[in-house]
């Protein structure tokens, strides 16, 4: 199955034909924002609206749709040998945003083939691709009409144009844009022969982009990128995060050969790939010995006690979670991993700490679609059936699944007290469901 991503920072052919996944990460995720935010504000964007989505694919790309969704791909984190690529890569996807580029394409394109493809893209984990496969596949080959030669001059020019925004983002908020440099010469030598047709690519020639950057770039230092040591640490633990889990047979096997990571980023990835491999003894060593040397890392307890959950030692992965969150409080992701923990156990105390913890992270994940199945159950086990069904009624609608969600919502209106504040909101559900059958 070809794939075509919308604004493809690049575009090469060693592109991986599926996703694996979407990756839900708050260390991953929380890293991400956290080098997005400043480039975000220098280009006045909201940071309320920018949400950053990760796909598990080995892909080295990042796209952009017309809700000011930004995709990233693990195979350009993995790839990027500074957090300043990754910030170049970021600062031109805004550039696409603040220049509408994403809508403008998709009007170029025809609004009927455009919304199959959003539907695509916006859709859930389990919706991702699962479209039209050859949707965009003309624009991805480059095919020899003269109105596709229009588009892709189109889509060229918005690159370079994505690119000029970029420069001008990184500069206004203090980021080096030595980065783009750097990372478009990888790509340049990564790039297969036959491909530098420019008349018949959606992007720029790679070494064009590398002149026009550095230029931009000129009264810079490239021989040594700036940047905070604390993020070039944060980026290197989140890599060692990726290998470990995506590939942990062969972390295990090679990882130690890294001269890039220390010794602390090795013992990271070896500890998840030890714990994906079911070698928990060795997996936990490695983890307290992180633990012992970082006490104030959450993402050390976080991962410890995913561990112990998933290997029944819920005493000791309940103790974990607890402290995570004491050293990062709120947070969404962790707190829904407690809340499943918590709900685990034969204990009314528990179960009602679950719902709260649960209540608590629905402010930011409102549409996580595990969160309000957890809330079905542990509302379940408390009694309270309403609010049970609506809950699966609800994790039902976010899974696509408007049947189910329906014969939900004709329960819990069976069971729940007519005009009181459950029922409006099944009311609300059911009015959403039944208005999207009608389109």
């Avoid at 925004?165 to 297969?192: P, Q, Y």
């Avoid at 819990?412 to 389109?439: G, V």
Wanted: a positive charge; charged letters at 25%.
């Amino acid at each position: 199955m070809k794939k075509l991503l919308l604004f493809l920072f690049i575009f090469l052919s060693t592109t991986s034909q599926t996703f694996s996944l979407i990756i839900r990460d708050s260390e991953i995720e929380i890293f991400i924002r956290k080098i997005t935010l400043p480039i975000a504000k220098a280009a006045n964007q909201s940071t309320k609206n920018l949400k950053i989505i990760i796909l598990g694919d080995n892909a080295v790309n990042a796209f952009v749709t017309p809700d000011q969704k930004i995709f990233i791909f693990t195979g350009l984190i993995l790839n990027a040998t500074h957090y300043n690529q990754l910030e170049g890569v970021l600062a031109h996807e805004i550039g696409h945003i603040t220049g509408k580029h994403h809508l403008k394409i998709y009007n170029q394109l025809g609004k009927a083939r455009i919304i199959n493809i959003a539907g695509i893209l916006l859709g859930t984990a389990a919706a991702v691709l699962t479209g039209d496969p050859n949707a965009l596949s003309t624009i991805a080959t480059g095919t020899q009409t003269t109105a596709q030669r229009s588009l892709l001059s189109f889509t060229r020019a918005q690159e370079g144009s994505a690119d000029q925004a970029a420069f001008n983002f990184l500069k206004k908020s203090n980021k080096s844009i030595c980065g783009i440099i750097t990372f478009l010469k990888f790509l340049e030598s990564r790039e297969v022969a036959g491909s530098q047709n420019a008349y018949t690519r959606s992007h720029p020639l790679t070494r064009e982009r590398i002149d026009d950057a550095m230029h931009a770039a000129k009264n810079e230092n490239c021989n040594k990128i700036k940047g905070s040591k604390e993020e070039i640490d944060q980026h290197k633990f989140v890599q060692a995060k990726l290998y470990g889990f995506m590939d942990p047979k062969k972390t295990a096997k090679i990882i130690n050969r890294f001269e890039h990571f220390n010794d602390d980023h090795k013992k990271y990835a070896l500890a998840i790939a030890n714990y994906k491999l079911s070698n928990l003894k060795k997996a936990n060593d490695l983890i307290n010995q992180l633990i012992q040397k970082y006490p104030n890392n959450p993402y050390f307890y976080e991962l410890k006690a995913q561990m112990l959950r998933e290997n029944g030692y819920l005493n000791d992965a309940l103790k974990n979670y607890l402290k995570a969150i004491e050293i990062i409080p709120n947070d969404s992701l962790i707190l829904i991993e407690l809340a499943q923990t918590q709900i685990n156990f034969d204990s009314n105390k528990y179960l009602i700490e679950a719902i709260e913890n649960l209540k608590k992270a629905s402010l930011k994940e409102n549409e996580n679609q595990e969160l309000w199945y957890l809330l079905s159950i542990a509302y379940g086990r408390n009694g309270e059936m309403g609010k049970s069904r609506y809950a699966s009624a609800y994790s039902a609608y976010l899974k696509r699944d408007n049947t189910s969600a329906l014969n939900f919502i004709k329960m819990a209106k069976k069971i729940t007290k007519r005009n009181s504040e459950d029922w409006y909101k099944i009311e609300d559900l059911e009015n959403i469901i039944k208005t999207k059958n009608k389109k």
